[in-house]
């Protein structure tokens, strides 16, 4: 079965950074490209960033670009999201998403972050 | 940009037909594909998805769902519409950078 989760949201006070991590299980991680994708409360999906398979590849939506990172470990399995001078309009549930070929095929249960003084 | 437009909500009876439309503003259609994918989102849940290349449906999603179009005009069709259906359902291009979501179509029960 397959299962990501995402950890490392929390509380962060504006211009702060902030790592958020996806465990991935139930199939190989290096043979999918994956993605982070958010949503404020209330709203609906934003596609944030996207990693390929061997990390050759790397893309960032332009509300972003500059200021998080997405990176992956295949070793072990693990998406990140390395986010620095966050805004308040960062707030949102952060969820990674397996990319099979062009669609986002599984999800996470998100983690939620909230940029706030 | 490639924006995805969808209306808000759409309210359906039990049983039956509920038709959510999803238009871009340019073509996500190739020569071979047609770039647009459905998700369900219900309360609380994270997204699922439903349909890829417009008309593909997903892994263990029931056969009372499809889709259907092509270049900028896409349909999401569910027949007949359950209880479980309740949801908030969204369309997504992967045609090109930055892949962009419509903002949702809420399903509400008539």
């Known amino acids: 079965e397959v299962q990501l989760v995402e950890s490392g949201g929390g509380l962060v006070q504006p211009g702060r950074s902030l790592k958020l991590s996806c465990l991935a299980s139930?199939?190989?991680?290096?043979?999918?490209?994956m993605n982070w994708i958010r949503q404020a409360p209330g709203k609906g999906l934003e596609w944030v960033a996207s990693?390929?398979?061997?990390?050759?590849?790397?893309y960032y939506a332009d509300t972003v670009k500059g200021r998080f990172t997405i990176s992956r470990d295949n070793a072990k399995n693990t998406l990140y999201l390395q986010m620095t001078s966050l805004r308040s309009e960062d707030t949102a549930l952060y969820y990674c998403?397996?990319?099979?070929?062009?669609?986002?095929?599984?999800w996470g249960q998100g983690t939620l972050v909230t940029v706030s003084s | 940009d490639i924006v995805l437009t969808q209306s808000p909500a759409l309210a359906v009876s039990l049983g039956q037909r509920a038709t959510i439309s999803c238009r871009a503003s340019?073509?996500?259609?190739?020569?071979?594909?047609?770039?647009m994918h459905w998700y369900q989102q219900k309360p609380g849940e994270q997204p699922k998805l439903l349909i890829y290349?417009?008309?593909n449906l997903a892994s263990g999603i029931p056969v009372r769902f499809s889709g259907s179009g092509s270049g900028t005009d896409f349909t999401l069709t569910i027949n007949p519409v359950q209880a479980d259906d309740i949801a908030t359902y969204y369309c997504?291009?992967?045609?090109?950078?930055?892949?962009?979501f419509g903002s949702g179509t809420k399903l509400e029960i008539k």
């Open positions: 997504q291009q992967s045609r090109e950078l930055p892949l962009t």
């Open positions: 290349d417009a008309s």
């Open positions: 139930g199939f190989t991680f290096s043979n999918y490209g």
């Open positions: 998403a397996r990319q099979d070929y062009y669609w986002f095929a599984y």
């Open positions: 340019q073509s996500v259609s190739t020569s071979s594909y047609n770039l």
């Open positions: 990693i390929s398979s061997s990390s050759s590849y790397i």
